[in-house]
């Protein structure tokens, strides 16, 4: 312990006596580690974190594809809707959501009400700012296969993987082929993490943001090293010898009679 409190004082005064060199250094350093500090919160934050949803690892949006725009993806249809929730095996809910305007006026239809610290994932780029509930038993939404208005949030059943439930939407929707083939021939689903979906290409680029800071710290510490190496050629003699005056215990009153 005393040994690494000497080698600890030895050190600071070695930094007393060159201000320049150390503001030099503690200045690359601060740059890496505080440009590696400030990327890794925003990567935290945005691609670490659980969503704040209960279960967010199990919550998925489900997209409709089709062949007249490939790697397109869409909103799904009412009817096609009702039987993915019939008929799929994977998914313990799924609900539907669609954007209208409106203007309220006090009378007609109650609006949902939802709690007060409901926080709806905006991913479709629009933010409720109320809600009505919809009725799909409505006459226009039983037979219209070819309007394509609801967005899906689905809840996967624990246990089910997400290309589980890719694979199950892929086999509804032949089915669903074959059973329609003049409105749903070539129309496929496409099932993705809520979260996935809320980053996006974003998650990528944080990625690879986060390992070029990362380079950038270890070509901070190289360069202080390089100047540590650097300083120490100068004050070679004086390292060898320090070593051996500390470990070495001599008698000042014999020192002095050599002398």
């Not at 199950?168 to 979906?197: D, F, W």
């Amino acid at each position: 312990m005393s040994t690494s409190i000497q080698d600890l004082k030895y050190g600071l005064r070695m930094l007393a006596k060159n201000p320049g060199f150390t503001a030099i250094a503690i200045l690359t350093l601060a740059l890496g580690i505080g440009a590696n500090t400030a990327i890794f919160s925003v990567v935290n934050a945005v691609l670490l974190k659980p969503l704040p949803y209960a279960d967010s690892d199990r919550l998925a949006v489900i997209w409709v594809t089709e062949p007249s725009a490939p790697g397109g993806l869409f909103p799904d249809t009412a009817p096609d809707f009702q039987d993915w929730q019939a008929q799929n095996q994977v998914f313990e809910g799924m609900s539907a959501v669609t954007q209208s305007g409106a203007t309220l006026t006090g009378s007609g239809d109650v609006v949902g009400v939802m709690p007060k610290d409901l926080r709806f994932p905006i991913v479709w780029g629009w933010n409720p700012q109320y809600w009505t509930p919809i009725t799909l038993d409505a006459p226009k939404w039983k037979t219209e296969r070819s309007n394509h208005w609801f967005w899906v949030l689905a809840r996967m059943k624990k246990g089910v993987t997400l290309n589980q439930a890719a694979a199950e939407m892929v086999t509804i929707s032949s089915r669903l082929a074959q059973q329609y083939p003049q409105t749903n021939t070539g129309v496929s689903a496409r099932v993705k993490s809520l979260h996935e979906q809320l980053t996006g290409n974003v998650g990528e680029v944080l990625w690879v943001l986060f390992a070029a800071v990362g380079f950038l710290l270890l070509i901070a510490c190289a360069n202080v090293a390089n100047l540590l190496l650097t300083k120490s050629v100068g004050r070679q003699r004086e390292i060898a010898i320090f070593p051996a005056r500390r470990a070495t215990k001599v008698d000042p009153m014999v020192a002095l009679r050599y002398e």
